[in-house]
């Protein structure tokens, strides 16, 4: 299930140029006032129960939640509200918080006292598009204390080298860009970090090819709707 704490977001780097939340052609463009929502209190919700005479949480415990996925934890409009956010994580240990974020330069900002080495609930990934944001972005991310921590490399705008930052990394994700200008993504680029990911001995998925895929020479121009079927016939995860 996804939580939105707060909406709104704006570019952060050449990944972002076509961002299917707030890119161009998207349903949300020009959204880039940020501000706290509705469902800030999501996770702690409660309910009672008559019947049994309880209160209970309305989110049922063992659920992943997808916090942000549709703006970034680490922006800093949310800084006056990001330290009541991890105090609502940490109050639903039966949760896993999942985050991605091409801002993890702003990590240490608005962090709780007792975060320590991280807590056992929250996974934080890294999003990176290229060697340049790759070099800039992951030196930080492994020097930060994270527990679970995954790389995405989506959209995927070129060769990169992750070798340097796998340390630690419990699995690296990929996939191409989709839309209307989206640039092309070379099925290369994607077997090469594979190798990588095999060789640090971390899991490697392909979510995605985009809608512009280039395999044996051929751009393959693929509906979204196709492109994790595309995916799937590869069979390149491990």
């Keep these: 299930m996804a939580w939105e704490p707060w909406t709104g977001c704006y570019p952060a780097s050449d990944g972002c140029k076509y961002c299917y939340f707030y890119g161009p052609y998207s349903k949300r463009y020009g959204q880039n006032t940020v501000v706290k929502t509705d469902e800030f209190y999501k996770p702690v919700e409660t309910v009672y129960m008559p019947n049994k005479k309880i209160t209970k949480y309305k989110l049922q415990s063992g659920k992943t939640v997808n916090t942000c996925f549709a703006t970034d934890f680490f922006l800093p409009e949310a800084d006056e509200w990001r330290a009541e956010a991890w105090s609502i994580i940490k ?5 896993t918080f ?3 974020t091409k801002r993890i330069d702003r990590f240490t900002v608005s962090l709780p006292d007792d975060w320590f080495s991280g807590y056992d609930n929250v996974r934080i990934g890294c999003t990176v598009e290229n060697q340049e944001t790759a070099d800039f972005r992951l030196p930080l991310y492994i020097s930060c204390p994270i527990k679970h921590r995954w790389i995405v490399c989506s959209p995927l705008l070129g ?8 340390h630690g990394v419990e699995n690296v994700r990929v996939g191409g860009e989709s839309g209307r200008e989206a640039r092309v993504c ?14 640090a001995g971390i899991s490697f998925i392909f979510d995605g090819t985009g809608s512009h895929f280039l395999k044996d020479g051929i751009i393959h121009n693929v509906n979204p709707y196709r492109q994790k079927s595309f995916v799937r016939e590869m069979a390149i995860d491990m």
């Design 91 to 95: 109050q639903r240990p039966d949760l």
């Design 98 to 100: 999942l985050f991605l």
């Design 159 to 166: 060769k990169i080298n992750l070798s340097p930052y796998l």
């Design 186 to 199: 070379d099925y290369e680029w994607v077997l090469d970090i594979k190798q990588q990911c095999a060789n």
